[in-house]
């Protein structure tokens, strides 16, 4: 059974860069077959894709946050990462990570972390 | 950009049939799936492939997807199934989700 546990700071101050982690466990990253995502959900919205990233690297993002997002693999240690650079209030949410599995076009989350809360505030 | 279109809120009395709709261009011209989010929990895969159950998820839910709309039906309502529920369609390597609707059981 594959699980996902995001993890980082809960709270950032603006102007600054949030990151966050998400663990693999019960599946390798390194195997393929799978692009590992990163999705966020304001309080009381709706869900918001921001990217995500196959093993070799490959990533696509969200073009409304392009500009400010990196996202990265470690296969090394079975994780992936989200960085979203000059935050503001706006960007508070909670962020899941997941897993994408796809065929041709079709790509739909399978598996989902818990979420975390990231709330931007001084 | 790609958008997804869903009734803000549905309504259906316990047993009877539930219909949630997702509306986009040529929407039917792709691959569209289903998400269940109760409150404080992470979605769940309920459709994927405008038609497949993933395992464990009750027979009672079932989807189509022509034209311009994926529907989502769920058969018998029961009270567990109270949710928000989320459609999802992939775009020229974009992801979309559709806004959102609350199904209330009644």
């Known amino acids: 059974q594959v699980q996902l546990q995001e993890s980082g700071p809960g709270l950032v101050k603006p102007s600054q860069t949030l990151s966050l982690t998400c663990t693999v466990s019960?599946?390798?990253?390194?195997?393929?077959?799978?692009?590992w995502s990163w999705i966020r959900q304001h309080p009381g919205k709706g869900l918001e894709w921001i990217g995500y990233i196959y093993s070799s690297g490959t990533t696509y993002c969200n073009p409304s946050l392009k500009s400010r997002v990196t996202i990265s693999v470690d296969t090394s240690r079975n994780q992936f990462s989200l960085k979203l650079s000059s935050v503001t209030a706006a960007d508070t949410a909670v962020f899941y990570c997941?897993?994408?599995?796809?065929?041709?076009?079709?790509?739909?989350?399978?598996?989902w972390g818990q979420g975390t809360l990231v709330t931007v505030s001084s | 950009s790609y958008e997804l279109t869903q009734p803000p809120s549905v309504s259906v009395s316990p047993g009877q049939t539930a219909s949630i709709t997702c509306s986009g261009d040529?929407?039917?011209?792709?691959?569209a799936c289903w998400y269940q989010q109760k409150p404080g929990q992470s979605p769940i895969l309920v459709i994927y492939?405008?038609?497949k159950r993933p395992s464990g998820i009750p027979e009672r839910f079932s989807g189509s997807n022509s034209g311009n709309t994926a529907t989502l039906t769920i058969s018998g309502t029961q009270a567990m199934d109270e949710a928000d529920y989320y459609c999802q369609a992939w775009d020229t390597r974009t992801v979309v989700f559709g806004g959102g609707t609350k199904l209330t059981v009644l």
């Open positions: 492939q405008n038609n």
């Open positions: 997941a897993r994408a599995d796809y065929d041709e076009s079709s790509h739909y989350f399978d598996y």
């Open positions: 019960g599946g390798s990253i390194s195997g393929g077959g799978y692009y």
């Open positions: 040529k929407l039917g011209d792709k691959y």
